[in-house]
């Protein structure tokens, strides 16, 4: 964060921050790892478009198996970034979601071999 007073105050270092946000948000500045985090961003997102097509195909809410896949490849490329950041919030977010997509694609595996 680079210092934009003489002394330290909540005004200053809140000034900054927004500053170091604002050119994070510039393109020109990213990095690899921002493109992963977008890419892994965009097929996380991308589950919810799947299940709203799938609901309207059906005429009901319905979880299609693509959405937990695609949950857990772009919760895997996230948390990679978040792992990647150090971010021990973002990590656990993560990390912590991985297991409800696994956990739920083998319930529907597991249903499909009994059926």
Same mark, same amino acid.
């Given at each position: 964060m680079q210092k934009d007073c003489e002394e330290p105050? *909540?005004?200053?270092? %809140? @000034?900054s921050a927004f500053r170091e946000a604002v050119m994070s948000l510039d393109p020109r500045t990213w990095d690899f790892w921002v493109l992963i985090g977008f890419g892994g961003q965009f097929i996380f997102a991308a589950r919810f478009i799947v /299940?709203?097509?799938?609901? #309207? &195909? @059906? @005429? #009901?809410?319905?979880?299609?198996? /693509?959405?937990?896949?695609?949950? %857990?490849?772009?919760? *895997?490329?996230?948390?990679?970034y978040a792992i990647h950041r150090r971010d021990p919030?973002?990590?656990?977010g993560q990390v912590s979601g991985l297991l409800v997509y696994v956990r739920? %694609?083998?319930?529907?595996? *597991? &249903? @499909?071999r009994t059926s």
């Open positions: 105050s *909540a005004f200053c270092i %809140l @000034r /299940q709203w097509i799938s609901s #309207e &195909r @059906r @005429r #009901e809410s319905h979880i299609p198996i /693509q959405f937990w896949y695609l949950s %857990l490849i772009g919760g *895997a490329i996230t948390a990679a919030v973002f990590v656990v739920n %694609l083998m319930l529907i595996h *597991a &249903r @499909r």
